[in-house]
């Protein structure tokens, strides 16, 4: 690993613990706030992801991808439409942070509970499936945490068309 990967591999997770620590502390209304804007961008973007997607498939089919592997990295305008119904679904889950597990009162009268509370930041690698991205920042979100995420080369620039409708 050359010194210039490196350096941006820390200066990643630098920037993740940051957001990690604004995360925990963002009200359900703003993360739903930012899942609705995200469903949207997906929509919005449909375009241009699927024309990204296609060149994807393209260079899939040129190195010879197999036909499952293919299709686990296809999207078309159906599967785009469920993965943004997915993220708004996200929207419906009640926000676990902060919710009290479990409490109870010593015998010298100091109050223990036991609450859900955010990781930090969470790294997560991945193959071909264009949706994980998304489902995995969702559900990030959702619970207050930070993601890094690492999905396969072979969906770069659906990838990046995706990347910037979580940002």
């Known amino acids: 690993m050359s010194k210039d990967v ?3 591999l820390i200066s990643m997770g630098k920037a993740a613990k940051q957001a990690a620590f604004q995360l925990a502390i963002t009200s359900t209304a703003k993360k739903n706030e930012a899942l609705a804007i995200i469903a949207d961008e997906l929509e919005a ?3 241009v992801i699927l024309a990204a997607n296609a060149k994807d498939i ?8 197999s036909e499952a592997l293919l299709d686990r990295l296809l999207l078309n305008q159906a599967r785009l439409q469920n993965i943004a119904g997915d993220v708004r679904n996200v929207i419906k889950l009640n926000d676990p942070i902060g919710s009290e597990l479990e409490s109870k009162v010593l015998e010298n009268g ?5 609450r859900r509370v955010p990781l930090g930041v969470v790294g997560v690698i991945y193959e ?3 949706n994980v ?12 945490n930070a993601s890094i995420l690492r999905g396969g080369s072979e969906r770069k620039r659906t990838q990046e068309v995706i990347f910037s409708c979580t940002l």
């Open 45 to 47: 973007k449909a375009e």
């Open 110 to 114: 100091l109050s223990l509970a036991k």
């Open 133 to 144: 991205t998304i489902d995995i920042a969702a559900l990030c979100l959702k619970t207050g």
């Open 58 to 65: 393209a260079k899939g089919r040129e190195s010879g991808m």
């Open 128 to 130: 071909a499936r264009p």
């Open 6 to 8: 490196k350096l941006e």
